[in-house]
C-alpha cells in the first residue's frame, strides 16, 4: 500500500516562495510516477506537475512553468515541489499523488490529504 503525505504549505507573500515535500510510504517507490494537483476554494482539482520514476521527465501545466520545479529522491521516498514568484492564484490545497501506470494520463491511484497553500497580496 502507498500512502503519500504532504507537507510545507503555508501563508507566504505573492512573490515568494514555499517548498513542498510528499513522503509516499511503501518499498516501492521507485516504481511510481508521482505528481501535484491543486485545488483552489470553489474550483475543481487540477494537475500540476509530474514526475516520472527515474525523476528524467518532467510534465507541468502551462501556468506554473518557469516557477514550480519537481523532484524526487528515491532513496528517501520523497518528492518535492519548489514554488517560487508565487502569485495568488496559486493558492489552494495542494496534493500529492502516487501511480504505477504511464504517466501520461493524469489518473492517480494513491492520493495525500492535501496541504493548504495560501498567497497573500
Known amino acids: 500500500q502507498v500512502q503519500p503525505v504532504e507537507s510545507g504549505g503555508g501563508l507566504v507573500q505573492a512573490g515568494g516562495s514555499l517548498r513542498l515535500s510528499c513522503l509516499a510510504s511503501?518499498?516501492?517507490?521507485?516504481?511510481?510516477?508521482m505528481g501535484w494537483f491543486r485545488q483552489a476554494p470553489g474550483k475543481e482539482r487540477e494537475y500540476v506537475v509530474a514526475?516520472?520514476?527515474?525523476?528524467?521527465?518532467?510534465y507541468y501545466t502551462d501556468s506554473v512553468k518557469g516557477r514550480f520545479t519537481i523532484s524526487r529522491d528515491n532513496a528517501k521516498n520523497m518528492v518535492y515541489l519548489q514554488m517560487n514568484s508565487l502569485k495568488s492564484e496559486d493558492t489552494a490545497v495542494y496534493y500529492c499523488?502516487?501511480?504505477?501506470?504511464?504517466?501520461?494520463?493524469?489518473?492517480?491511484?494513491?492520493w495525500g490529504q492535501g496541504t493548504q497553500v495560501t498567497v497573500s497580496e
Open positions: 514526475i516520472t520514476r527515474s525523476g528524467g521527465i518532467t
Open positions: 511503501g518499498r516501492t517507490f521507485n516504481s511510481l510516477n
Open positions: 499523488a502516487a501511480k504505477y501506470g504511464p504517466i501520461t494520463d493524469r489518473a492517480y491511484t494513491y
